[in-house]
Structures are given as structure tokens and as C-alpha cells.
């Protein structure tokens, strides 16, 4: 099995639903990954030994989904130098805007990469984490490419709506 270079985090099982669509794209662009439940409220050593641990340990972005009072993205990112993308879990009581708002507004000096609300969020936080890779990754350049031409020709193989 290849070596994870992205690392995809949740804050608890119940986000799996929408992480696993940042898991997909991985799969789709051939980019190896390792899945973990790591919470900054119930599990905050892990947390600190996932973070500190990440970078040695070879991964190169890290995807870190939470939802409510999202913490996990913004400690994690306080803890490595690996770069992190945020994906607001969809909530029950307040639709992931709570989510979005704890991930988006981190304080000037630590950085967390913001993506959607949601599956659309953990997809696109999935390509972003390949393009990522890419850079030193010409295989996987290569599967962006292909990604983007089969989208296209999805796109243009259906009819335009009629006007009435
Ligand atoms: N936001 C966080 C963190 C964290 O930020 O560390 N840990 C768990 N949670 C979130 O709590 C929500 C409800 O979790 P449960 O379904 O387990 O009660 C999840 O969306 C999770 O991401």
C-alpha cells in the first residue's frame, strides 16, 4: 500500500457521510490517503499527537471536517506546519453556517483553507488537496486533467434547457 500524503480528520464518525466525498476524489485522482476520528474537545491529546506527528510522518495537506463549534481545523493548523483545509459539516440546529464561521475566521498568523458547507465542501476540499500533490506529483497532474476534460464533456454532452 502507498504511503498517505493527505490526511483526512473528522471530528467524529457522524461527519464520515461528508468527508467520505474527500475520499472519493482522492480515490478518483489516485492520491493516498488515511482516514482518523481526532476531535479537539474529546480528544485533544490525540489531536496534539496527530498534528505534531504529521508532517515526519510524510503527509503533505491535511482535510479536517468538523461541524458546530468547529475547532478542529484552526488547532490542528496551530500544531503543524502541513497545510489544512477546513470543511464545515453540515449541522443540525443551525445548517453548518455555526460550522462555517468557526472554521472560516481564524485569527491573522494561523491559516486554515476554507472550503464549502457540506459534501460539495469535502469533494472540492479533495481536489484541492490532490492539486496540492500535484505540484510534485506528475501522475496526479495528469488525473486532474483527466478529471476536468470528462467534467467538461458531461457538461456539454446535455442539451441546453428550452426557453418557453
Ligand atoms: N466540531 C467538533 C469537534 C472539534 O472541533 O474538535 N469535535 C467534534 N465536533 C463535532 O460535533 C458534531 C456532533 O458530533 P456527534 O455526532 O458525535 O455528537 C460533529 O459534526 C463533530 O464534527
Known sequence: MQQPVVGIIM???SDWPTMEK????LDRLGVAYETRVVSAHRT???????AKTASERGLQVIIAGAGGAAHLPGMVASQTPVPVLGVPVQSRALNGLDSLLSIVQMPAGVAVGTL????A???NAGLLAAQIVGLQQPAVREAIEDFRRAQTESVLAHPDPAVS
Request: glycine share 20%; charged share 15%; no cysteine.
Open 22 to 25: 474527500a475520499a472519493e476524489m
Open 44 to 50: 485533544p491529546d490525540l489531536l496534539f499527537e496527530y
Open 11 to 13: 471530528g467524529s464518525q
Open 116 to 119: 464549502a458547507i457540506g459534501q
Open 121 to 123: 465542501g469535502a469533494g
